[in-house]
């Protein structure tokens, strides 16, 4: 009789062990997917705030002032605006470039199509 109730005893400290260990297991998984959720929304943020400064970076319009020079050296202002006038002029000519391309392969294109209603 004394026998079983010591079993009983150890079963229900086993099964509140058990309770407890899968509780703080719970616990654990939670704590991990808030952090995990925070860390995710502090890279976007950090994402975000990358992104609008390259946005503002990208609007930004010098006036001619900035393109006075200090002692014969340009200032950075007058750098960036030549940076950004090559940039332009680079990206009009990969777009001609594109441009010419794509008629070559229409050329290319219609050739074939000739071709081959030659043949027929």
Excluded: W
Aim: no cysteine.
């Amino acid at each position: 009789h004394n026998e079983e109730q010591e079993d009983a005893r150890i079963q229900q400290a086993a099964a509140a062990q058990h309770e407890e260990a899968s509780v703080s297991m719970e616990d654990t998984m939670r704590s991990l997917a808030d952090s995990r959720v925070a860390e995710m929304s502090e890279r976007h943020l950090v994402e975000d705030s990358i992104e609008k400064r390259n946005e503002a970076t990208m609007e930004l319009r010098h006036p001619a002032i900035s393109l006075l020079q200090y002692e014969g050296e340009p200032t950075e202002d007058a750098m960036f605006v030549a940076l950004r006038k090559e940039a332009r002029k680079l990206s009009k000519v990969s777009q001609q470039e594109q441009k010419e391309r794509e008629r070559e392969e229409q050329r290319a294109e219609a050739a074939s199509q000739e071709a081959a209603a030659t043949k027929a």
